[in-house]
Structures are given as structure tokens and as C-alpha cells.
């Protein structure tokens, strides 16, 4: 069975401190790793997908990497608008298993204090 | 409309009360997918859509809930009989290709409390 552990679960930084936010994953054939953020009241809000280890992305002060067994979520000089719960999913290619889902971690809460 | 759209936002039932939730995804976008979150978790897959054929719906807890999406593109989530478990909120989301690989964009979701 497909598994995602995020860590930490709650997450307090001062504005300007850099942090990282970890995701381990176990996934029979992995398709894609996202990371979607989620604001109180609304659905996630996709940031990035990664595909193979190895592979790095970036936006803003946000940059998401992989490796065979951990993605991290890099935030770097946050600002107080970065404070909202970073949820990683993994997709898996698995025979005889759903192709399609997301496996969803519980989170993690960034809270940014300015 | 820009985004998915989800209605109603709330819904408050009686137990044992039939529910139906709408979502209505990005036009021509052909993978709908619906994911069901609970207070502090995060989304739990229900069903999947591609186009009008429901390929997918290992999530799906119970026969109380059924999915549909008759022509490829509104659908509707029905829970019958509701439960206090039931209380949650349900997320919809669309992707434009077949392979659920492509950027998903979420609606607001529903939140429905089972009273």
C-alpha cells in the first residue's frame, strides 16, 4: 500500500528563515510526486509535480526535489503570505492498482510571523 | 467559469438523510476526480473520471456513495442514507489529460456535516 508521512506536522518560522519540509514516501513504481498548497476554507492549489529522482523545481521562494525515497519542500526568506498547510501527494504505476489516485500525507501547517 | 466550481459550499444533513454534491469542473477538461478530507487529514481519494467513464472507484467507502459523470463533464456525488462518518469535505478536482498526470485544479470543496 502506497504511503506518505510528512514532517513536521506544524511548522513556526520567523520571516526571512529559511526551513525545509519533508515528505518520505513508499510507493510500488512511482509515476509523480506533488506538492499542493492549501489555504483555510479552500482546495488545494497545485505548486509542483517531479517525476524522477533527481529532479529539482522552483518557484518563487519555493524549491521541490526528489530522491528514491523523500521529496523536500525548500522555502527560502519566507514571508508571512507563505503561512499555509503544504500538502504532498504521490501518484503510483503500480500493476494491478489504481493508476489514477493521489496518496495523499496530512500536511504540513507553515505558519510564517512577520 | 475560470475554476472548478463545487455546490453547494455547506450542507448540513440528518442522519439517514440522501445528499447529493455538484461539481463542476474546468470546461473540456477530460480527468474529474473526487477525494473525500477529513478535519486535519489530508485528501482521501474517492472516484475517477475520465471523460464520462467511471475507470476508477476503489475509494469509494461504502455503496452508500455513488458517483456519476453522464456526459464527461458535470458530475455529481451522492451519499444515501448519511452518517455522522459522513461529515467531511469533499473535494473535486479536473485535469486536462487522460492520465491524471497533469496539473489537477481543486474546487472549494464541500463541507458537509451530518447531524
Known amino acids: 500500500e502506497d504511503q506518505v508521512t510528512q514532517s513536521p506536522e506544524a511548522l513556526r518560522l520567523q520571516e526571512g528563515e529559511s526551513s525545509s519540509l519533508n515528505c518520505s514516501y513508499t510507493?510500488?513504481?512511482?509515476?509523480?510526486l506533488f506538492w499542493y498548497r492549501q489555504d483555510p476554507g479552500k482546495g488545494p492549489e497545485f505548486l509542483f509535480t517531479?517525476?524522477?529522482a533527481g529532479e529539482e523545481k522552483e518557484k518563487e521562494r519555493l524549491k521541490a526535489t526528489l530522491t528514491k525515497k523523500e521529496s523536500f519542500l525548500h522555502i527560502t526568506a519566507p514571508k508571512p503570505e507563505d503561512s499555509a498547510t503544504y500538502l504532498c501527494?504521490?501518484?503510483?504505476?503500480?500493476?494491478?492498482?489504481?493508476?489514477?489516485?493521489?496518496?495523499f500525507g496530512k500536511g504540513t501547517l507553515l505558519t510564517v510571523n512577520p | 467559469g475560470a475554476g472548478v466550481s463545487q455546490s453547494p459550499r455547506y450542507k448540513v444533513a440528518k442522519r439517514g438523510q440522501d445528499v447529493a454534491l455538484r461539481c463542476d469542473p474546468i470546461?473540456?477538461?477530460?480527468?474529474l476526480f473526487w477525494y473525500q478530507q477529513a478535519l486535519g487529514q489530508g485528501p482521501e481519494f474517492l472516484t475517477y473520471?475520465?471523460?464520462?467513464?467511471?475507470?476508477?472507484k476503489s475509494g469509494l467507502p461504502s455503496d452508500r456513495f455513488f458517483a456519476e459523470r453522464p456526459e464527461g463533464s458535470v458530475s455529481t456525488l451522492k451519499i444515501q442514507r448519511t452518517q455522522q462518518e459522513d461529515s467531511a469535505v469533499y473535494l473535486c478536482?479536473?485535469?486536462?489529460?487522460?492520465?491524471?498526470?497533469?496539473?489537477?485544479?481543486f474546487g472549494q470543496g464541500t463541507r458537509l456535516t451530518v447531524v
Open positions: 478536482a479536473s485535469s486536462q489529460g487522460p492520465t491524471g498526470l497533469t496539473e489537477a485544479f
Open positions: 510507493v510500488s513504481g512511482l509515476r509523480g
Open positions: 517531479l517525476y524522477s
Open positions: 501527494a504521490v501518484q503510483a504505476g503500480n500493476s494491478g492498482g489504481s493508476n489514477y489516485k493521489l496518496t
Open positions: 470546461s473540456g477538461h477530460v480527468s
Open positions: 473520471f475520465q471523460n464520462e467513464a467511471q475507470l476508477d
